[in-house]
């Protein structure tokens, strides 16, 4: 029983032209045809703390910039009772330091230690928890509720959908901050998703929340259709597509 | 390396980990103070450092080095305080290689 409160999501605009995705690290064995990416720079984004960037990953600063639009909105009910906002995200694990993994290539065994720790940034595995980027959100705004993290790439944010429409409908949460963030970071999240998810669609950054709280009818967020869109946004798709459709 | 390389060195490496504004960092900042420097802050400032200079910096005797400059009751430490103690450590260490 939810109705939405507010929403936001952040995607590419009509102006972003479409590009192949490649990357250094796989050359031409690694293509996605047809992708749009967010003209975002992790370090100039616009976060609380200036330096939090350094242990976030792409998606996580994303998610950071999409979450704290709601500030306005749930500021009421964090002065009533910070614990009663739950946050459910949907995240998938963040990069894997393929700048430092290309630097350990061929060296020796006895090297292997000195060299690991020299070529990796120590901030580096942080930017790998999914869960670490929905607590950084849920600090920026104050939300000490539950925290629920969704990693399944494919169905993320719609699992994140359904729980926080059973927890708000037993109560065990007054109000559901549903988010999920997704990001051109690792290659083979993006390999993965063009053979098994993207057909002939847009692979295409995003970032979106949305709002809920408890309201008189149930929302079944399965009944949807996701699958018919021009864009395909990751771990977030049925969230932005279903703000999309509302909108 | 010069005084002034290494000081360009430690700022783009400081700031970079702070992600301050190009300028905002002098020899006189202090590190908690005036930069809001967290303990592993320290750590991924001593990465970048490593990465620009090839100087392993480990603040644990940095802090040693400053504080038995500075006394015992020191609290934060500045840039330049950093920048002595970097010179020191590569004394230190072309010394050994003779």
């Known amino acids: 029983m939810s109705k939405i409160v507010w929403s936001d999501c952040i995607i590419p605009g009509p102006e972003v032209e479409e590009q192949p995705f490649t990357s250094q690290y796989y050359e031409d064995s690694l293509v996605i045809p047809s992708t749009r990416s967010l003209a975002i720079e992790e370090r100039c984004a616009p976060l609380p703390d200036r330096k939090a960037y350094r242990s976030m990953s792409r998606a996580s600063v994303l998610l950071s910039i999409v979450c704290l639009e709601s500030v306005p909105h749930i500021r009421t009910l964090l002065d009533h009772d910070p614990f009663s906002i739950g946050m459910y995200c949907a995240m998938e694990n963040g990069p894997v330091d393929l700048k430092s993994a290309s630097e350990m290539v061929g060296v020796p065994r006895e090297k292997y230690a000195e060299q690991y720790r020299k070529s990796r940034n120590p901030k580096m595995f942080l930017m790998q928890l999914p869960n670490l980027a929905a607590a950084q959100a849920g600090i920026f705004l104050g939300i000490m509720g539950p925290l629920n993290v969704y990693n399944s790439s494919t169905s993320g944010s719609l699992h994140a959908l359904i729980q926080a429409e059973s927890d708000l409908q037993t109560g065990r949460v007054e109000a559901a901050l549903v988010c999920s963030a997704f990001g051109f970071e690792n290659p083979l999240v993006l390999e993965r998703i063009r053979r098994q998810n993207l057909n002939d669609r847009v692979l295409c950054e995003g970032a979106a929340a949305m709002l809920l709280m408890a309201g008189e009818s149930r929302t079944d967020w399965t009944k949807a259709d996701f699958n018919d869109t021009r864009e395909y946004y990751g771990i977030s798709h049925q969230l932005i597509t279903s703000i999309i459709i509302r909108e | ?98």
Do not use: P
Not at chain 2, 3 to 28: C, K, P, S
Not at chain 2, 61 to 88: F, N
């Open chain 2, 1 to 98: 390396m010069t005084e002034q390389e290494l000081f360009d060195n430690v700022e783009e490496a400081v700031r970079t980990v702070l992600n301050t504004a190009e300028g905002e960092i002098t020899r006189t900042s202090m590190f908690k103070a005036d930069l809001n420097t967290e303990s592993i802050d320290y750590l991924d400032i001593s990465f970048e450092i490593e990465q620009r200079t090839g100087m392993e910096l480990d603040f644990t005797e940095a802090w040693q080095y400053i504080i038995e400059k500075k006394g015992a009751d020191t609290t934060d430490i500045s840039i330049q305080d950093l920048l002595d103690y970097v010179k020191h450590a590569m004394e230190q260490k072309t010394g050994e290689q003779q």
